[in-house]
Structure formats: C-alpha cells, structure tokens
C-alpha cells in the first residue's frame, strides 16, 4: 500500500461502507440485508413476548426451572441473531480492504458518527442508530487495515453529504441517494460524495473527484449468510 493514496470512507446504515479513492473509482457495500435481518429479529422477539405472555413466570416465580428455561431460550435466539449481523460486518469491512489492497490504498480517512448517537430522534430512528452499532464498523476496519498495513484515520464527518467535494460549496442536504451540485454540477452518489469529502479532510489528503453513477463503482453485499439473502 502506498501511503500518498488516500480513500475515504463513509458509514452508514442502508451502506455501512462507502468508499471513494483516488482516480474516481469507488466502493459501495450494501446493508440491506443487515437492516431486514434486525428488522426480523426485532418482529420475531415481539411475537415471542406475545405468545409467552400468558405463560411467562410471575415476578414471584422467578429463580424456577421454568423462569431459567424461558430465560435460556431468549439468550440464545439474541446470542445467533448477534453472530448473524457481527459475522456480515466483518465480510463488509474485509471487502473494504480487499479493495483498497487491490487499488494500493495506504491511507484511509473514516468518518466518525459517533456524535449522532446522543441525539434523541424519536423511537423508530433511535432503535435504527441502536442496531447500527458503529463502534463495531470502526474496530473492525481499524483491525484488518492494521493486518494489511493500512493506516486508519477519523475524522469529523459533519456536513460532508452536503459539501460538494468539487467546489467545496455546501449545497441542500438531498433526501434520496443521489447528490446534485447547483453551483458546478457534480453529481454522483450521495454517500460517495460524502466520503470523497470525507478524504480531503483526512491527513495527506487532497480534493478528489466524487464518482459518478455506474462509473468505477464497485458493488458488494454484507450478509449473504443471512436467511432470506438471495445473491
């Protein structure tokens, strides 16, 4: 790896890495799969809770054989459904170092989020950030880059989805995937732009060119364990 060439990277939930590096060439990693299986996870448990209500042990029960059982069987439907979603993180993150390998990236920026976890952004969007996790996303690319290394820096993410990284002009955050410059015009994808942004804060790093739709781009799916995944 060369440590002139940096990428950044940008973290997220629908795409837990999105990678953009020198040359407009980028990597997307979708989390679909992640999200539906904690969505199931989280349907499943509450179908659980219903059906065991009315033979779940009363509070003075608690300590029975029964209360253990029923204890024991929770633990180990959320001890396989957190296997499931750390196992995909880790293939997401080895991806991400396969490609920067494969393009002798030395340097990688990452946008760190963490600042959004203290926000209270009502019941739904909160349970979304809880399942996020992204303090696994970092340690696991953190880890594997070191294995091939890769040196890893965090840098503030604020604004980068609504900076254009050509002219450096904040535009209106956009609602969909896709980003659009009204001052010069650059396009591409939302979550490349941010971490092309991402890269010329990063140490070393210098405006790069934000990737265009279908251009460069590189594809991959984290989860294709996971029940329902159909690649």
Do not use: M
């Amino acid at each position: 790896p060369d440590p002139s060439r940096v990428a950044g990277v940008d973290l997220g939930i629908i795409h837990p890495y999105a990678v953009a590096g020198p040359g407009g060439q980028g990597l997307l990693i979708s989390g679909r799969a992640i999200r539906a299986e904690h969505r199931q996870h989280l349907r499943d448990r509450k179908g659980r809770t219903r059906a065991a209500a009315a033979r779940a042990p009363r509070p003075g029960e608690r300590g029975s054989r029964r209360w253990r059982q029923h204890r024991r069987s929770a633990r180990k439907v959320e001890a396989r459904h957190a296997r499931r979603v750390r196992q995909a993180r880790h293939e997401a993150a080895k991806d991400v170092i396969a490609w920067a390998v494969e393009h002798k990236i030395g340097t990688l920026a990452v946008g760190d989020p963490r600042g959004v976890l203290d926000l209270n952004a009502g019941r739904r969007h909160n349970q979304r950030v809880r399942d996020w996790r992204v303090g696994h996303l970092i340690s696991a690319v953190r880890d594997k880059a070191k294995a091939a290394g890769i040196t890893v820096h965090l840098v503030d993410e604020r604004g980068t989805s609504s900076t254009c990284p050509s002219c450096a002009r904040r535009v209106p955050k956009p609602a969909g995937r896709s980003f659009s410059c009204p001052h010069c015009g650059q396009g591409g994808h939302r979550d490349l732009v941010a971490a092309a942004s991402i890269a010329a804060r990063g140490p070393g790093g210098g405006p790069i060119p934000a990737t265009p739709h279908g251009a460069g781009i590189t594809h991959r799916r984290a989860g294709a364990h996971l029940p329902g995944v159909c690649l």
